[in-house]
């Protein structure tokens, strides 16, 4: 996800926008909107509600073990995986359509063409009945910045989309017989490709439309792999650093537009069954217009076709301090709290 720093110019990724509003130049019907939207419509809300009983199976030892293998090919093994590395970029295709394989999907690529060059998502598909009708996406873009390796941007959604698909379908006996889940990993999200016709969620998006699919929802992990737990260390921009968010960045962030409130209801309410996992929920109107910067990533582009989609993020640089530079390498990550991550989305798919 790619978002402006309204304070200096530059472009930084971020879950809440930064709005600065000039009396003197916004109409004061937009100012009163804006101030309506953050202090009414915006309701984010910290949830750590008691754990239920479950029969998926689940070992956090293998699922830590297996994310940190597939973040050591993707971030050391590999690196870079910029527009500029295409020759690395490509490795990592193969590399995820491969971990695909092993886990028994049938996965395939959706080639596109990026300026004379192929690129291409990899999608796959696990369901319990023959006939399914109801679908979610979920999906993870695998390139990063020029210059970084990008471990939690964004290694660490490419990790827990991989190892979510293998515990589905270690667990697809408890999937509902009409429910059907596609796992996308998207090619291209960072620049120069964000917010162009070559990101690879807006080329699966539009051809779901075309196609005329259905989609129940749309997952989009977004940098889900950093944490902090000093207090102060989670910041955010204002007004809502002056309402009661978390002041530590232990929690995991789900965005929705206002058409996907009962979808974010659902998922909150699915991760509640997790402690360990703490969440903060918001849902934005207007698709995020009145805050740009919270469409900054793949599930705008779902947005943007009438579907249904949620960010899940750890909130990139109002937490992380090694967004988009060369220090975002993987021992930096939490893998416990990705792990625990993998186990909501259990929580969620199994309870569909």
Known sequence: MRCPNFMNGTHVKSLFARINIRPGVVYGRIASLWIWTVFVILVGYLSTGGASMTNFQFDKSDSMRRMEAHLRLLTVEIGERSVYRLDQHSKARDAIHAAFEQIGLQPRLETYDYKGAAVSNVV????????PTRRYVVGAHYDSVYGTVGADDNASGVAVLLELAAMLQQNRALLADDLVIRLVA???EEPPVFSTRFMGSRVHARAMQAGQESLEGMICLEMVGYTCHEKGCQSYPFPLNFMNYPK?????????NFS???FTAALQEAFQNNPALPTVSLNVPFNGWLMPTIRFSD???????????VMVTDTAFYRNPHYHRRSDTMDTLDIDFMAELVRSLLFFFTQR
């Open 260 to 262: 996907s409130r009962s």
């Open 124 to 131: 796959a598909e696990i369901a319990r009945g023959e006939h």
């Open 299 to 309: 599930h705008a582009s779902f947005w943007d076709e009438g579907y249904p989609a």
């Open 186 to 188: 998207f090619a291209l």
């Open 248 to 256: 530590t960045g232990d929690f995991i962030g789900i965005v929705g």
